[in-house]
């Protein structure tokens, strides 16, 4: 019996420790989260004796996605049958699931997936693989376990557009680069990929009846952006523009690219093998200069050119330009199977055809209001071509304007535009929601960082039921004047991404920033396989100059912990690499220096951080002590060029204020403001001012310039540090407004504090 027992207790030992391993809750990262998700104990493990069984068609993607995948990383292809078997994967018809919804459930034996169409496979298996360790990824075969743990997941996205943009106009990007943005797309469950393929910098697709084109159209002298480009990338290899997109003509280095209608093809059908819809822009009828160039008649004047801030658009007042758009949009049309054709019809200088008889009379012959009428008009006419071509048209949210067509559907991007969805919703017309101040991401990550982009609503607030319906889904857009090359595409995309795909499969009530963010932590080691230049915290401590007077204490951090980052410096000017000083703790510097920071991780590293670190005395203090608390102001009428044009003259009219602000004068023209006063230093330190204004302003202290926000602009601002003793400092202002006066308000930062107004309780007269 003692025997026995003890039999009994090895068996069950040897079948413990046999068993798959099974995993904890923080193990599984599944970005988007899934609807309804269970862990359970052990895990499947996949080998290359798995089989996989299919009942149907659509399940082919899927099956070939993950053997894809497999044959790269593990080394070998799963045998697929169409026999129904009880171990292995088995890919399930399960009709009462809607289109893009799928189930998984996972057991030690095998691994079910059920879904009723190919999207709903094809997304179990993006499951599947991040179930799957991070060398899934891999493009050579890695040794590892390949382990999925045990779940048991129902699933399904909230919106049906989920979509990537990407410029090719602006930089353009190969056909290679496209095909690996996709298959980032694919990983996050993304399911439409917006090309905005011609616009004024260059035409990136092949064009059989116009082919200039693409011959000279998509061929460009380097242009503003590239020279910036060029200057940024002597401090960062991020803004190299892409060699192999340049090509020599006649002695001339030109930038460039296009896609043949071939290439297009590919792309599309490559999307395809990933459930991704193709949607070309082709944006009319303005940023259409590449044309112009060509095609000079398609605009009123007969020749392409800048009128203040965009381009002049094409001449809506002659048939030609209807013919031109036709002709290219009947090509267009051919070569994409999805449902829309994006026109875009954002940014047009109506003003060229306020000042077009063509124009006018157009307006005239079909009793059109204005020119925002006229662009309706046109877009009535594209919208009714592409019908009869079994096509829907869709435009930015300038469509709006003017009136919508029946059919359009609208892109809202212009967050300054609040009313435009309530419009479109209003009258019938979808909506994909990908705002500007959320969803660009070019914008750096400083200024539109993970969570704002993740907190975005895509439904506002007081949204109706019928409403809703009309918000397709969300996209983020990569406008490209400052992503020259894939790894800056990569950077301004990575991990941003993540946040969109969770806002656009998740419910909002699932959705919750930090627990998202665990899970974003752990797809770094994934990225990283993928080799993705993603972003990383940057350095905070050096945004300033740095003032002292006998020592400063820099003190670095970065934006937000990040596991495996580290920040490295230097105090020479030189660019600072992995083999810079590596930072540890605030340093304590004495003399005058430059200091240059980036932070790392492994070779990935962030845009670089630099100040200046200046040695100053102290300003004595003045022997003048004010009677009076309060500022002095003087208003003059009159006209200056600029604020350097400014005199003050001895003997002057002035008025007490508590503060520097415009108040009533934003309503007045032509005039100026000069401010004068004593500030006073509430112990020897180094202080900062800071001048916000549009126009010019320039601030004083005694007779020396100290914050210079001189020049004509419009609301910025400028600060400057200046050690001062203890005492009372004379200072005056002064500010020339712009055309539309807008703000001129100035700040003081004391030793140690937050930034205060400069006003009455710290000056006197
Ligand atoms: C846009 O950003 N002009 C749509
Ligand atoms: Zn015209």
């Known amino acids: 019996m003692k025997n026995y027992c003890l039999f009994i207790v090895l068996i069950f030992i040897m ?57 790269q990383a593990a080394g070998f292809a799963l045998d697929v049958s169409e026999e129904a078997q009880s171990g292995g994967i088995l890919f399930e018809m399960s009709a009462d699931l809607s289109g893009e919804a799928y189930q998984l459930e996972v057991t030690p034996r095998q691994i079910r997936i059920k879904a009723s169409g190919e999207s709903g496979f094809f997304y179990a298996v993006q499951t599947l693989r991040q179930l799957l360790p991070a060398q899934i990824e891999s493009k050579t075969k890695a040794n590892v376990d390949w382990l999925v743990p045990c779940v048991s997941i129902e699933d399904e996205p909230r919106f049906s557009w989920r979509g990537m943009h990407m410029d090719f ?230 469509i709006v304007r003017g009136g919508l067509s029946e059919g359009a559907t609208m892109m809202w991007w212009r967050n300054w535009a609040p009313q435009a969805p309530y419009i479109a919703a209003d009258n019938g017309n979808d909506m994909v929601m990908t705002p500007d101040f959320q969803y660009y991401f070019d914008f ?141 703790q605030p340093l304590v510097v004495k003399k005058p220096m430059v200091i240059k920071a980036r932070a790392y991780r492994g070779e990935v590293f962030n845009d670089l951080k630099t100040t200046e670190i200046e040695q100053q005395s102290y300003r004595e203090a003045s022997a003048m002590v004010p009677d009076n608390k309060g500022l002095k102001r003087w208003f003059v009428k009159g006209k200056l060029n600029n604020v350097e044009e400014i005199k003050v003259p001895v003997t002057r009219n002035w008025q007490k204020t508590e503060t520097i602000e415009l108040g009533d004068f934003a309503k007045q023209k032509d005039f100026y403001l000069v401010y004068e006063g004593l500030f006073e230093a509430s112990r020897d330190g180094v202080y900062e001012f800071e001048l916000r204004s549009d126009g010019g302003s320039l601030m004083f202290l005694g007779d020396e310039l100290l914050v210079d926000n001189g020049g004509y602009h419009g609301p910025r601002k400028r600060y400057a540090k200046v050690a001062l003793k203890k005492g009372w400092h004379p200072f005056t202002i002064r500010y020339l407004p712009s055309s539309n006066p807008r703000v001129i308000t100035a700040w003081v930062t004391n030793p140690g504090e937050e930034a205060q107004f400069l006003d009455g309780s710290v000056c006197g007269f």
């Open 444 to 584: 750096t990550n400083e200024a539109t960082p993970l969570q704002k982009v993740y907190d975005y609503k895509p439904v506002p607030e007081d949204f109706s039921p019928q409403q809703t319906e009309h918000i397709l889904g969300v996209q983020a857009n990569l406008w490209s004047e400052w992503i020259p090359n894939f790894k800056r595409l990569q950077y301004q995309t990575f991990p941003r991404i993540m946040a969109l795909a969770e806002t656009g499969w998740t419910s909002e009530e699932a959705k919750d920033f930090d627990d998202f963010f665990k899970r974003v932590e752990k797809h770094y080691p994934r990225m990283d396989v993928m080799d993705i230049h993603y972003y990383i915290p940057s350095v905070e401590g050096l945004e300033k100059k740095i003032v002292f007077v006998d020592s400063a204490l820099v003190d670095l951090t970065l934006s937000f912990p990040l596991e495996g980052v580290e920040i490295f410096y230097t105090l020479d000017g030189s660019l600072p690499t992995r083999q810079s000083l590596r930072y540890t």
């Open 15 to 71: 079948l413990v420790s046999c068993a798959n391993p099974s995993f904890q809750e923080d193990e599984i990262t599944l970005i988007p989260k899934p609807l309804h998700f269970q862990l359970n104990e052990q895990s499947f493990r996949v080998k290359s004796s798995t089989s996989i069984s299919v009942s149907d068609e659509s399940q082919t993607k899927a099956v070939s996605y993950l053997n894809m995948l497999l044959e």
């Open 169 to 398: 106009s602006r930089h353009f990007f190969t056909l290679d680069e496209v095909k690996t943005f996709l298959d980032y797309m694919t990983l996050y469950k993304l399911n439409t990929y917006h090309m905005h393929l011609t616009d004024d910098q260059g035409w990136r697709i092949e064009i059989k009846k116009y082919p200039l084109l693409t011959e000279k159209g998509a061929w460009r002298i380097p242009n503003n952006q590239d020279t910036i480009c060029m200057e940024r990338a002597k401090e960062n290899d991020l803004f190299q523009i892409a060699e192999k997109n340049f090509r020599q003509v006649d002695g001339e280095r030109l930038y460039g690219g296009f896609f043949t209608q071939e290439e297009i093809r590919e792309i599309v059908d490559y999307a395809d093998e990933r459930c991704i819809t193709v949607v070309p822009e082709i944006d009319m009828p303005g940023h259409f200069k590449a044309a112009i160039d060509n095609y000079p008649f398609l605009s009123c004047k007969d020749q392409a050119g800048w009128a203040t801030v965009f381009s002049t658009p094409c001449c809506l007042g002659k048939e030609t330009t209807y013919e031109f758009m036709e002709n290219v949009l009947a090509e267009v049309v051919e070569l994409f199977p999805g449902p829309y054709i994006h026109i875009g019809g954002d940014e047009v200088n109506i003003q060229s055809w306020i000042d077009c008889p063509k124009c006018q009379g157009e307006i005239k012959k079909h009793g059109l209001k204005d020119e925002h009428e006229l662009q309706s008009h046109f877009n009535r006419r594209i919208e009714k071509f592409l019908q009869a071509k079994g096509k829907q048209l869709m435009g930015w949210d300038e």
